[in-house]
T-cell receptor, first 116, second 111 residues
Framework: DTEVTQTPKHLVMGMTNKKSLKCEQHMGHRAMYWYKQKAKKPPELMFVYSYEKLSINESVPSRFSPECPNSSLLNLHLHALQPEDSALYLC???????????????FGPGTRLTVL | KQEVTQIPAALSVPEGENLVLNCSFTDSAIYNLQWFRQDPGKGLTSLLLIQSSQREQTSGRLNASLDKSSGRSTLYIAASQPGDSATYLCAVIRGNTPLVFGKGTRLSVIA
């Protein structure tokens, strides 16, 4: 099973709301990632968790707060977002950490976020 | 800084044609190169992963090659079908650094 699941599929929120995105994998992968993708652009890395520890934060604003409660689950907490944060948010996982040969990344279907 | 370029940016072909998508990267010291497919508004589907020690990988009608010394990879699609229409992304990774993506090739296969 090479599946990464994400919920919700779509989310509309106001700038004062607090919401969370959820990502889950049951492949035993120990690295999980959040990406942001704007229309007609490649994904941009936001955060990397390796063995449940935050290992990369690509200078993401504090209104995005990641959380990795266990090795299968990754959350992204959203607060006081701006309209320009509207995008497709993708979660991915891989078997090991970044510096692993043959470390294939598997992506979820994404959450389409609209900030009004 | 690693840069990944994909040519062409868009491609339209008639059904049944064989085609080649190109990916080039500036730093040859990579661990892996991965090809993805993305349908509009959807997530990325991993097609093929080539480790730095490998020269090519095959899956069905897809064949990906890697030439590290020249910083190039190609994705060959045989007997294209309308269902192959999507954006194809290549990405490379080196050491403790994130995947670096190209901007993709938008493929349309016309029935």
């Amino acid at each position: 099973d090479t599946e990464v699941t994400q919920t919700p599929k779509h989310l509309v929120m106001g700038m004062t709301n607090k919401k969370s995105l959820k990502c889950e994998q049951h492949m035993g992968h120990r690295a999980m990632y959040w990406y942001k993708q704007k229309a007609k652009k490649p994904p941009e890395l936001m955060f990397v968790y390796s063995y449940e520890k935050l290992s990369i934060n690509e200078s993401v604003p504090s209104r995005f707060s990641p959380e990795c409660p266990n090795s299968s689950l990754l959350n992204l907490h959203l607060h006081a977002l701006q309209p320009e944060d509207s995008a497709l948010y993708l979660c991915a996982s891989s078997r090991g950490g970044l510096a692993v040969l043959g470390n294939e990344q598997f992506f979820g279907p994404g959450t389409r976020l609209t900030v009004l | 800084k690693q840069e990944v370029t994909q040519i062409p940016a868009a491609l339209s072909v008639p059904e049944g044609e064989n085609l080649v998508l190109n990916c080039s990267f500036t730093d040859s010291a990579i661990y892996n190169l991965q090809w993805f497919r993305q349908d509009p508004g959807k997530g990325l589907t991993s097609l093929l992963l080539i480790q730095s020690s490998q020269r090519e990988q095959t899956s069905g009608r897809l064949n990906a090659s890697l030439d590290k010394s020249s910083g190039r990879s190609t994705l060959y699609i045989a007997a294209s079908q309308p269902g192959d229409s999507a954006t194809y992304l290549c990405a490379v990774i080196r050491g403790n650094t994130p995947l670096v993506f190209g901007k993709g090739t938008r493929l349309s296969v016309i029935a």
